[in-house]
């Protein structure tokens, strides 16, 4: 059920985390302008107003009253990466992983990305919405409001369309939100198979402008896609990377980039020097590549749960990128590959344990940090006016049972862009 279209006072909030004042760089990690005894006040798909129970019920006697009964009240989570279109599965690969073959070894003999390449290919639109809807689902139930979404499973023209193609269908579904990426430089695609030169010149001179001219007919009035690479030994080096970058900046694309994952290409300092939104993984980077970043507005988007499912024992080293003075984010790397993990709740336990972040820091990481990682913050992230109403009432009475309390659903509901949502 769901109130719509009127005024919406959320009241009684025990902690109220606004997260206030922009994204976090450095030590101000984990800021969350804590407000005791508040509520908020939601008109249609905004906040209007932030401020205490007593003041805002006396200063809105009209307004339709939720009782958040103590809960602690917070900015939807933002999970600014991941790869929510396929079709299929591998659990077969979890298994064969588990025996001693390595991701890179997998994916060198065919399978990884290229095995769902073939399941996404042969797929219709249909069955593309339908199993990535069950996914989003279960996000949105988990407490993600906004989930960028990538291509990456088609690297031929048609299947990258029909990704994006699903992706516009499941935005229209709601009420999860899907911010849209083209990643057609995933891997290097059988037709290409051994020849990554070429497929980065049909990238340059035929995808991406096929890409730009289908978006540009039939999402006339959403901005461009983020374009994102996999720079990556075994995927697209650093020169590779760079060509398909400028030509995509050149199109007007926003960038984004997968660096590190496994080894140290130096991705994350061409991300900063483009203006690239995100580098995302930064397990393996330099410290000179992390120094490069904290001093551009890109932001590190760190992915825990990528390392936890592939049973690594590397993570990304958040407290140097803090020390650098860098803006950190989190996301969940949702793939069917190497982390099939819906939940940003989980995402925030892990990043605690093994990434020695407090729960207030990991917070901030996935909701202000996570917004400027998809350039949102001005619209999620944070409770504030004029913001998107999309928020979570969570069933526990401190902000630090997220991160201690994990496998179980803290979520018992969502305001989405003002729509009220009971979970469970
Ligand atoms: O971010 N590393 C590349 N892409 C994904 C994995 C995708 C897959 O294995 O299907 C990642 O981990
Ligand atoms: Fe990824």
Same mark, same amino acid.
């Given at each position: 059920?769901?109130?719509?279209?009127?005024?919406?006072?959320?009241?009684?909030?025990?902690?109220?985390?606004?997260?206030?004042?922009?994204?976090?760089?450095?030590?101000?990690?984990?800021?969350?302008?804590?407000?005791?005894?508040?509520?908020?006040?939601?008109?249609?798909?905004?906040?209007?107003?932030?401020?205490?129970?007593?003041?805002?019920?006396?200063?809105?006697?009209?307004?339709?009253?939720?009782?958040?009964?103590?809960?602690?009240?917070?900015?939807?989570?933002?999970?600014?990466?991941?790869?929510?279109?396929?079709?299929?599965?591998?659990?077969?690969?979890?298994?064969?992983?588990?025996?001693?073959?390595?991701?890179?070894?997998?994916?060198?003999?065919?399978?990884?990305?290229?095995?769902?390449?073939?399941?996404?290919?042969?797929?219709?639109?249909?069955?593309?919405?339908?199993?990535?809807?069950?996914?989003?689902?279960?996000?949105?139930?988990?407490?993600?409001?906004?989930?960028?979404?990538?291509?990456?499973?088609?690297?031929?023209?048609?299947?990258?369309?029909?990704?994006?193609?699903?992706?516009?269908?499941?935005?229209?579904?709601?009420?999860?939100?899907?911010?849209?990426?083209?990643?057609?430089?995933?891997?290097?695609?059988?037709?290409?198979?051994?020849?990554?030169?070429?497929?980065?010149?049909?990238?340059?001179?035929?995808?991406?402008?096929?890409?730009?001219?289908?978006?540009?007919?039939?999402?006339?009035?959403?901005?461009?896609?983020?374009?994102?690479?996999?720079?990556?030994?075994?995927?697209?080096?650093?020169?590779?990377?760079?060509?398909?970058?400028?030509?995509?900046?050149?199109?007007?694309?926003?960038?984004?980039?997968?660096?590190?994952?496994?080894?140290?290409?130096?991705?994350?300092?061409?991300?900063?020097?483009?203006?690239?939104?995100?580098?995302?993984?930064?397990?393996?980077?330099?410290?000179?590549?992390?120094?490069?970043?904290?001093?551009?507005?890109?932001?590190?988007?760190?992915?825990?749960?990528?390392?936890?499912?592939?049973?690594?024992?590397?993570? &990304? +080293? *958040?407290? /140097? %990128?803090?020390?650098?003075?860098?803006?950190? @984010?989190? #996301?969940?790397? !949702?793939?069917?590959?190497?982390?099939?993990?819906?939940?940003?709740?989980?995402?925030?336990?892990?990043?605690?344990?093994?990434?020695?972040? &407090? +729960? *207030?820091? /990991? %917070?901030?990481?996935?909701?202000?940090?996570? @917004?400027? #990682?998809?350039? !949102?913050?001005?619209?999620?992230?944070?409770?504030?006016?004029?913001?998107?109403?999309?928020?979570?009432?969570?069933?526990?009475?401190?902000?630090?049972?997220?991160?201690?309390?994990?496998?179980?659903?803290?979520?018992?509901?969502?305001?989405?862009?003002?729509?009220?949502?009971?979970?469970?």
């Amino acid at each position: 059920f769901y109130y719509n279209g009127f005024m919406i006072l959320l009241h009684n909030i025990s902690q109220l985390l606004t997260l206030s004042g922009g994204p976090q760089r450095g030590h101000a990690l984990g800021n969350l302008s804590i407000m005791p005894d508040a509520a908020v006040l939601i008109d249609g798909e905004r906040i209007t107003a932030v401020g205490s129970s007593a003041d805002l019920l006396s200063a809105y006697p009209s307004a339709e009253l939720f009782d958040a009964h103590g809960c602690v009240v917070m900015p939807g989570f933002v999970d600014p990466h991941t790869h929510l279109v396929w079709a299929g599965d591998r659990a077969a690969e979890f298994e064969l992983r588990l025996q001693g073959k390595t991701y890179m070894e997998i994916m060198a003999a065919g399978g990884g990305i290229l095995s769902t390449l073939k399941a996404t290919r042969a797929a219709s639109l249909e069955q593309l919405v339908e199993q990535s809807h069950q996914r989003a689902m279960q996000a949105f139930n988990y407490g993600t409001t906004t989930l960028e979404a990538k291509t990456g499973y088609g690297l031929d023209i048609e299947t990258e369309i029909k990704q994006l193609q699903a992706i516009l269908e499941l935005n229209k579904m709601g009420p999860l939100q899907l911010i849209p990426t083209f990643m057609g430089a995933h891997a290097i695609p059988p037709e290409f198979k051994g020849d990554a030169p070429g497929y980065t010149r049909f990238l340059c001179k035929e995808a991406l402008p096929a890409v730009k001219s289908w978006w540009q007919e039939h999402a006339p009035h959403q901005s461009l896609p983020f374009v994102d690479v996999f720079c990556e030994v075994g995927a697209f080096d650093l020169a590779q990377t760079r060509t398909i970058l400028e030509r995509s900046q050149l199109l007007g694309f926003p960038l984004k980039l997968h660096v590190d994952e496994f080894e140290n290409l130096g991705g994350a300092s061409l991300a900063a020097e483009l203006g690239a939104a995100s580098a995302d993984h930064m397990v393996k980077t330099s410290l000179e590549d992390i120094q490069q970043m904290a001093d551009s507005d890109t932001v590190a988007v760190s992915l825990p749960g990528t390392p936890f499912g592939l049973a690594q024992n590397q993570y &990304t +080293p *958040a407290k /140097a %990128i803090i020390e650098a003075d860098g803006l950190l @984010a989190l #996301a969940s790397d !949702l793939n069917p590959g190497t982390t099939w993990n819906e939940s940003m709740q989980f995402i925030i336990a892990l990043a605690c344990r093994y990434m020695g972040l &407090t +729960p *207030a820091q /990991a %917070i901030a990481a996935v909701t202000i940090n996570a @917004a400027a #990682a998809i350039q !949102l913050e001005d619209q999620v992230g944070s409770i504030e006016a004029g913001k998107q109403a999309d928020l979570l009432v969570l069933n526990m009475p401190d902000y630090r049972h997220l991160g201690y309390r994990y496998g179980t659903n803290l979520v018992s509901y969502i305001f989405k862009r003002g729509k009220l949502f009971s979970i469970g």
